[in-house]
């Protein structure tokens, strides 16, 4: 019992600092020595999928539920900042910020009514929404007086180098920003994990009737949840819309990226800080390489690769790759005995 | 009028075949309440099976039966026992097993992925002497294999229901689902029952394949579209319910060929999901009002 209970979200205060501001470190000055576009485009992919998954994590992982949709907010946040430079020439900085109030509306919505029933409701209603996001999508031709193209999608009307509009020609702005905003979510994650509102999550999540009979209310705390990781969704699928300046439904509100999501959040560790970031650098190059290896006619044998870890995981570390690489982390400690004497976080 | 009427028969047979899908859903959701996600993947390894077992050997999908319903069982009590239990035991006193769902979870995208390696996203089809063959009913036209479909589906949810309802083994499944803990008081072996539970529910989506393969079409991930309609049906019914899945999969059929026929065939996905969302926030219990049998 007591192993399990010795979460990474334990870890102290101090330790995960350290790491957090060694990563950043490294990850500021790494454009300086290295050059290669394909690096480049990895990298942001791992910093964007890191974004994403940390921000499922608020929900998937402190609220104890099991988002499988999360592509949707993707998918609102990217259409509506589009649609509104397109119609009204309304800068995607601002944009997005409608999108990811929309985003946030949808999620609660979504929330409302299935966080009160079993969990296996809000997996399939997440899913379910998921998909029927697809289907208006490709319908329509217009959404509300604005021109979405149905199928075909949307391609961003190119303006160069342009900042004020977010487009860049060189890729290393991307890098900037897709690390600014994971550096944002993450600090965000790391000071609710450690407020009430963390806490009333983590204890509505493990045991729902202990958590209310203390006078939580569990449903709202999760709607909270839910609304802050919709919004930062929703911001991360204006990020790729910039990026890649074209967009259609089966390209980003899909099921695939949404399991990709939440796949790479349970694998490294849900519920924990670090977690959904580890997934992310072990899972994403990995499933890059199998794509550009495997790619045209068998897209999507990639998700073969998350599927087998993801069940191996399951089988034998339920907590995630954390778990382990804590393990090590305290092993190598020990082993250097760096440790203090007396350990702080076995006393819980 | 004659097409409305044809319009509606073929619905309903359709219908059919996705309750008996949203059925084995239901069984395994009564009785481990977990949502089984790869229920879809293996639909699609059914019709594989089916699908190569005509064109290797010239068996009938329906004389096949005799092959791939116990491969399927295997196939289910084989995952249950070694994947899922292990997972499964150690959320024992969970009310809601978030880990078994994405186990699951992540067999559907395993297998569907592994379907797609292994025999390529083509469309597949085969061709049985009455695949195109239909019944006139003055003006009214009935396709046979989906008729043939229909009847199992019916003869099947009764074999199953007088299997729960009078048989040892299914009264112990009940049991199970009821509670487990009295359950294994009573001296039911709940691991070996899990086991059988999850067979019966894998081979009974092992006959919707089979039935379904004279008239439909396979790829790797043909499942996806049976599986979202079997999550809808549950809810539909009443998770947990057998002849509310039974029903759910009637309505899920009749909207289908009804939107298909009457407005146009790329919204009835958009109208079932805006069925089930309101469902879903309306009566969540299911539209019906049945008791789960467990």
């Given at each position: 019992?007591?192993?399990e209970?010795?979460?990474?979200?334990?870890?102290?205060?101090g330790?995960?600092?350290?790491?957090?501001?060694?990563g950043?470190?490294?990850?500021?000055?790494?454009?300086?020595?290295?050059?290669?576009?394909?690096?480049?485009?990895?990298?942001?992919l791992?910093?964007?999928?890191?974004?994403?998954?940390?921000?499922?994590?608020?929900?998937?992982?402190?609220?104890?539920?099991?988002?499988?949709?999360?592509?949707?907010?993707?998918g609102?946040?990217?259409?509506?900042?589009?649609?509104?430079?397109?119609?009204?020439?309304?800068?995607?900085?601002?944009?997005?910020?409608?999108?990811?109030?929309?985003?946030?509306?949808?999620?609660?919505?979504?929330?409302?009514?299935?966080?009160?029933l079993?969990?296996?409701?809000?997996a399939?209603a997440?899913?379910?929404?998921?998909?029927?996001?697809?289907?208006v999508?490709?319908?329509?031709?217009?959404?509300?007086?604005?021109?979405?193209?149905?199928?075909?999608?949307?391609?961003?009307?190119?303006?160069?180098?342009?900042?004020?509009?977010?487009?860049?020609?060189?890729?290393?702005?991307?890098?900037?920003?897709?690390?600014?905003?994971?550096?944002?979510?993450?600090?965000?994650?790391?000071?609710?994990?450690?407020?009430?509102?963390?806490?009333?999550?983590?204890?509505?999540?493990?045991?729902?009737?202990?958590?209310?009979?203390?006078?939580?209310?569990?449903?709202k705390?999760?709607?909270?949840?839910?609304?802050?990781?919709?919004?930062?969704?929703?911001?991360?699928?204006?990020?790729?819309?910039?990026?890649?300046?074209?967009?259609?439904?089966?390209?980003?509100?899909?099921?695939?990226?949404?399991f990709?999501?939440?796949?790479?959040?349970?694998?490294?560790?849900?519920?924990?800080?670090?977690?959904?970031?580890?997934?992310?650098?072990?899972?994403?190059?990995?499933?890059?390489?199998t794509?550009?290896?495997?790619?045209?006619?068998?897209?999507?044998?990639?998700?073969?690769?998350?599927?087998a870890?993801?069940?191996?995981?399951?089988?034998?570390?339920?907590?995630?790759?954390?778990?382990?690489?804590?393990?090590?982390y305290?092993?190598?400690?020990?082993?250097?005995?760096?440790?203090?004497?007396?350990?702080?976080?076995?006393?819980? | 009028?004659?097409?409305?009427?044809?319009?509606?028969?073929?619905?309903?047979?359709?219908?059919g075949?996705?309750?008996?899908?949203?059925m084995?859903?239901?069984?395994i959701?009564?009785?481990?309440?977990?949502?089984?996600f790869a229920?879809?993947?293996?639909?699609?390894?059914a019709?594989f099976?089916?699908?190569?077992?005509?064109?290797?050997?010239?068996?009938?999908?329906?004389?096949?039966?005799?092959?791939?319903?116990?491969?399927?069982?295997?196939?289910?009590?084989?995952?249950?026992k070694?994947?899922?239990?292990?997972v499964?035991?150690i959320?024992?006193?969970?009310?809601?097993?978030?880990?078994?769902?994405?186990?699951?979870?992540?067999?559907?995208?395993?297998?569907?992925?592994?379907?797609?390696?292994?025999f390529?996203?083509?469309?597949?089809?085969?061709?049985?002497?009455?695949?195109?063959?239909?019944?006139?009913?003055?003006?009214?036209?009935?396709?046979?294999?989906?008729?043939?479909?229909?009847?199992?589906?019916v003869?099947?949810?009764?074999?199953?229901?007088?299997?729960l309802?009078?048989?040892r083994?299914g009264?112990?499944?009940?049991?199970?689902?009821?509670?487990?803990?009295?359950?294994?008081?009573?001296g039911?072996?709940i691991?070996?029952?899990?086991?059988?539970a999850?067979?019966?529910?894998?081979?009974?989506?092992?006959?919707?394949?089979?039935?379904?393969?004279?008239?439909?079409?396979?790829h790797?991930?043909?499942?996806?579209?049976?599986?979202?309609?079997a999550?809808?049906?549950?809810?539909?019914?009443?998770?947990?319910?057998?002849?509310g899945?039974?029903?759910?999969?009637?309505?899920?059929?009749?909207?289908?060929?009804?939107?298909?026929?009457f407005?146009?065939?790329?919204?009835?996905?958009?109208i079932?999901?805006?069925?089930?969302?309101?469902?879903?926030?309306?009566?969540?219990?299911g539209?019906?009002?049945?008791?789960?049998?467990?």
């Open positions: 019992m007591e192993k209970r010795t979460h990474a979200k334990t870890l102290k205060i330790r995960i600092t350290w790491i957090a501001l060694i950043v470190l490294i990850l500021l000055v790494a454009p300086f020595f290295i050059q290669s576009p394909a690096f480049f485009q990895l990298m942001i791992i910093l964007w999928y890191a974004y994403l998954t940390t921000s499922w994590n608020l929900v998937g992982g402190f609220a104890g539920v099991l988002p499988l949709g999360h592509a949707t907010f993707a609102i946040g990217a259409y509506t900042s589009s649609v509104l430079f397109i119609h009204y020439g309304l800068t995607p900085w601002v944009g997005m910020f409608a999108g990811a109030l929309l985003a946030a509306i949808v999620g609660v919505i979504i929330g409302a009514p299935t966080f009160r079993r969990g296996a409701y809000f399939l997440t899913i379910a929404i998921c998909e029927s996001l697809r289907v999508l490709e319908n329509m031709q217009k959404f509300l007086g604005f021109d979405i193209n149905g199928a075909r999608g949307i391609l961003l009307p190119l303006k160069g180098h342009s900042p004020l509009d977010y487009q860049f020609l060189d890729k290393r702005y991307f890098y900037y920003i897709i690390l600014v905003m994971l550096a944002i979510i993450f600090y965000i994650t790391y000071r609710i994990a450690r407020s009430k509102l963390g806490y009333y999550l983590v204890a509505g999540g493990e045991e729902k009737e202990a958590a209310e009979a203390l006078g939580i209310n569990v449903a705390c999760k709607l909270i949840a839910m609304a802050i990781s919709t919004f930062f969704t929703a911001l991360g699928g204006t990020f790729y819309m910039q990026l890649v300046h074209y967009i259609y439904p089966r390209g980003i509100v899909s099921l695939d990226l949404s990709e999501i939440a796949f790479i959040a349970i694998i490294g560790g849900r519920g924990t800080l670090l977690g959904p970031i580890v997934g992310a650098v072990l899972l994403v190059p990995a499933a890059e390489l794509r550009t290896y495997l790619g045209g006619s068998y897209e999507g044998v990639h998700l073969m690769l998350y599927g870890v993801l069940m191996a995981v399951m089988l034998f570390k339920p907590r995630g790759i954390m778990e382990p690489l804590e393990a090590l305290r092993w190598v400690l020990r082993k250097f005995s760096l440790q203090p004497v007396i350990q702080t976080d076995r006393s819980v | 009028m004659d097409i409305m009427v044809t319009t509606i028969i073929n619905g309903i047979l359709m219908g075949v996705y309750g008996l899908t949203a084995g859903l239901t069984l959701f009564g009785v481990m309440k977990v949502i089984n229920h879809g993947s293996f639909l699609m390894a019709m099976l089916t699908y190569y077992l005509f064109q290797l050997t010239g068996i009938d999908p329906y004389l096949g039966l005799v092959i791939t319903l116990p491969l399927l069982f295997a196939f289910g009590y084989y995952t249950q070694v994947l899922i239990r292990p499964f035991k959320e024992r006193d969970v009310r809601e097993p978030i880990s078994v769902l994405m186990l699951t979870a992540g067999l559907w995208i395993f297998m569907d992925a592994f379907a797609l390696a292994l390529g996203a083509f469309y597949k089809t085969i061709r049985t002497p009455y695949k195109g063959a239909v019944l006139h009913l003055g003006d009214v036209i009935i396709s046979l294999p989906r008729l043939y479909a229909f009847l199992t589906t003869i099947l949810a009764i074999l199953f229901y007088v299997f309802k009078k048989t083994l009264r112990a499944i009940r049991a199970t689902g009821q509670d487990r803990d009295a359950a294994r008081l009573m039911i072996n691991d070996r029952i899990y086991n059988v999850f067979g019966i529910g894998i081979a009974i989506v092992g006959v919707a394949g089979a039935v379904l393969m004279p008239f439909y079409y396979v790797p991930v043909v499942g996806v579209v049976f599986d979202i309609r999550f809808i049906i549950v809810v539909l019914g009443g998770l947990g319910s057998i002849p899945a039974l029903l759910g999969g009637v309505i899920i059929g009749l909207v289908e060929s009804l939107v298909a026929q407005i146009t065939a790329t919204w009835t996905e958009g079932i999901y805006a069925i089930f969302i309101s469902v879903l926030f309306l009566r969540p219990e539209l019906f009002g049945f008791k789960a049998e467990w």
